[in-house]
């Protein structure tokens, strides 16, 4: 379906000429109104408000930016007369997605609506079920959120299927560093809305970060997180899981057992328990899984994977899985500079080395999780492990 316009013109020569450019866009013209008579509300059904701008007009600033306050309204688009910095800035302040000056170039525009469409393909509905993933760390600091950036990546890639990161670090979530975006909108929003869920509203919550793929990021402020308890995490994945089409969410639950992560718990298919290739992370691993296993969470899948694998080191799989009482289902290579380097340019390491090591071994994870897609063969550590789990397991 074509994108939905709506016009607010100053002039009827400007209206004429903003048609023009939403229709050369393959875009759908519903309605148009003079900038004389805004309605209080932007229509229902509209995906954007493309509007002439008018300077030295502060009605017109305080609509502009009551409209882009409400994630239910449609994005918002404006046409300057002439753009400057200054003009710039107050686009931005005032909330608006998108900024043309005459002449519109026609590819220009036609990027833009191909932008927002990313932003909306997450109406579109998975026809397989959504499966809730998390992952949690056994210590701080393990590389749970570089797995789980990685794999969102690795997930979403070839269509396999759209993907929701909900970041569960609520203190200290920074999964928007990884993906290198600045969401608008973050986890608060939708608790302050918790009442009122819809798709619409979600989907403009939703920070996209890539093809496929979104993130409902962490709250902002510390003490943002404090309000969010058991019961608002629980509306929150319930609705996400049965409403919104996606064919996985992964959760990042940090490296704390409290009561959210326990929650994300009994609403998810799987659990990976991310360690370390140390004592302290094994004998961390070991007291969850302890743990775990009192609370017997029904239909939960635990699986342990060790981040940071080094094959010279002296603990082996073996030393490991004897610890554990239970087997390993693989590691991930170790490589600090490649690693910190990707996490610091905000750049995933799956996507700019797919052929490094680290890569190779996040594809089996992710072959692991989506078994109709057959994982590439590599050289990554944790290949030779899977073979092993998979011959174990034939009968
Ligand atoms: N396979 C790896 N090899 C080497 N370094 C890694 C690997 N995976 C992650 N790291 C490094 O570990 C650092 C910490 O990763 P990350 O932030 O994902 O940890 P975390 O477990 O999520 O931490 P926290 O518990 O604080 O949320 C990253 O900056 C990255 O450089
Ligand atoms: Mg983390």
Redesign the pocket.
Known sequence: MSTQFSIYYNSLENQKYLRQIIESGAGKLVESHDLAHLPAQAVNGIDVVFLEYQESNPELDHWIEKIAANPRSPAIFLYFKEISTNNLWKALRLGAKECFTFPIQEEDFRQAVKRLVARTEVRKISAKPTQVISFL?CK???????LVANLASLLAQEHRGKVLVVDL?LG?GQLNYFFDVHPEHTLIEVIENIEKLDIIYLQNIFCPIGDNRYLLPAPARLEEAEIINAGHVEKIITYLKNNLGFRWILIDC??QLDEITMKALELSESLVL?TAQSIPGLSNAKKMLDTLGLLKLKGLEVEVWV??WDRQHELTVSDAENFLGKTIAGT?????QQ??FS?NEGKLLVETSPRHP?SADLKLMAGKISPEDTPEKTNGSGWKWLQRLWSKKKP
């Open positions: 760390g701080g600091g393990v590389g749970t959120s570089f670090d200290f940090c490296h991310v981040n940071c991930i290579t170790c490589d600090h690693a910190s996490v680290i």
